[in-house]
């Protein structure tokens, strides 16, 4: 009988480390886009003190990750359209051909997105503009920059609580 309620706790409390794993996850894709979101910042201060806020539009889909003094460790540099199956899980690049900065999700089952496996989450930095054209594209010299921000490319959402390992044999949710 104890040996029963162990194992049976043992379970549980996998189960709930199983879908922490996740929560882990979405907390340091946060952290990572808040010092770069931070760090692009400081650059656009910088830049509207010394050059004058018409050459914000210079950071237009820049490499975010060339403004951190240290990029994260999971940072693989820039790839040229690399092949996402290759690309590990967890781990952070900035695609050149692209011009974005991917980060391969590691438990996808956290993510609801409409991109096909392996997920993939982007972002760009873009120059937020009034378009004096009218064209819906940034042309520096004809449309006034407003501000920089570092952005989704696509639309993605983090699951509040992923399911667990051992959940479908408890009745479903991890709660």
Known sequence: MVVCLIAILFVIALDRIWSLRAEAERVAVAQTVGALRSALGLEVARIAVEEGPRALGQLDRANPMDLMMQPPTEYLGELRA??????????????????????RIRFPEAVQSAE???????????VVFRDRNGNGIFDRGVDEVEG????????????????????????????
């Open 116 to 126: 096909p496996p392996p997920l993939l989450v982007r972002y760009a930095i873009a």
């Open 148 to 175: 920089v921000d570092l952005r989704p490319v696509k639309s993605y959402r983090w699951v509040r609580r992923p399911p667990g390992l051992f959940s479908s044999w408890f009745g479903g949710g991890a709660g």
């Open 82 to 103: 690399p092949d996402p199956a290759l690309i590990s899980p967890g781990s952070w690049h900035f695609d050149a051909e692209s011009r974005e900065l991917v980060y």
